[in-house]
């Protein structure tokens, strides 16, 4: 779960660059384009606003833990963000992000390589487009991996859990990180001085 990595991180003065050390080893970059378009004063004293950020991010030997093991990330992904703040309260965002690979212009089951420690390299590609207008979110794209696994060719999905169950298909990431949080946690939690029947029920309910 990448998302939850404390990462030590450099940013340009303009914000339109930003380095991190990967927890592990190696380093995440990334790039941004931001536009902003400042339109009409709305009655509530706000301003509505239209944007669009194009970006890129980078992995460059990149350990991190994945799936109770330290795994090495390379290889580029590219989005586009797009939307408006209008009066009213009106919301429309839309985004897309991809795997990139540089010798080819369609999506295929390469972009980023993911390397566990002592395993073979997998090759893993993506495409995937989200709305929300405020109320509503769509999520859809579709997923590969190569060597495939237990799938073949690309799989599609219309939600994160659809996502998750194709990167997963046997729930066994799933089980090794929420064995891993709860160890932590118990840990963490005894140290302090709390019973250790309390902490397992605590970290059982908090690591689901």
């Known amino acids: 779960q990448t998302d939850d990595i404390d990462y030590s991180c450099a940013v340009s003065e303009?914000?339109?660059?930003?380095?991190?050390?990967?927890?592990e080893g190696g380093?995440?970059?990334?790039?941004?384009d931001d536009v902003f378009s400042f339109g009409e004063d709305c009655t509530d004293g706000s301003t509505s606003v239209v944007f669009s950020t194009v970006y890129a991010q980078g992995f460059y030997d990149c350990a991190v833990e994945e799936c109770g093991e330290t795994v090495t990330l390379n290889g580029l992904i590219g989005g586009i963000v797009e939307g408006s703040f209008e009066c009213e309260g009106t919301i429309d965002i839309t985004a897309s992000v991809f795997?990139?690979?540089?010798?080819?212009?369609?999506?295929?089951?390469?972009?980023?390589?993911?390397?566990?420690?002592?395993g073979d390299a997998v090759n893993?590609?993506?495409s995937a487009d989200f709305t929300f207008d405020g109320v509503d979110e769509t999520f859809s794209g579709?997923?590969?991996?190569?060597?495939?696994?237990?799938?073949?060719?690309?799989?599609?999905f219309d939600s994160e859990e659809e996502l998750e169950e194709a990167a997963d298909p046997d729930g066994t990431c799933d089980a090794a990180e929420t064995s891993a949080c709860e160890e932590s946690c118990i840990s963490d939690c005894t140290a302090e001085g709390s019973d250790e029947t309390v902490c397992e029920d605590f970290c059982i309910s908090e690591c689901e």
């Open 99 to 118: 795997t990139m690979d540089e010798e080819a212009n369609e999506l295929t089951c390469s972009g980023i390589t993911a390397t566990p420690e002592g």
């Open 142 to 156: 579709t997923f590969c991996t190569d060597p495939p696994g237990e799938t073949d060719g690309l799989i599609e």
């Open 14 to 23: 303009d914000f339109s660059t930003v380095e991190c050390d990967c927890p």
């Open 124 to 126: 893993v590609g993506f």
């Open 27 to 32: 380093y995440y970059a990334a790039s941004y």
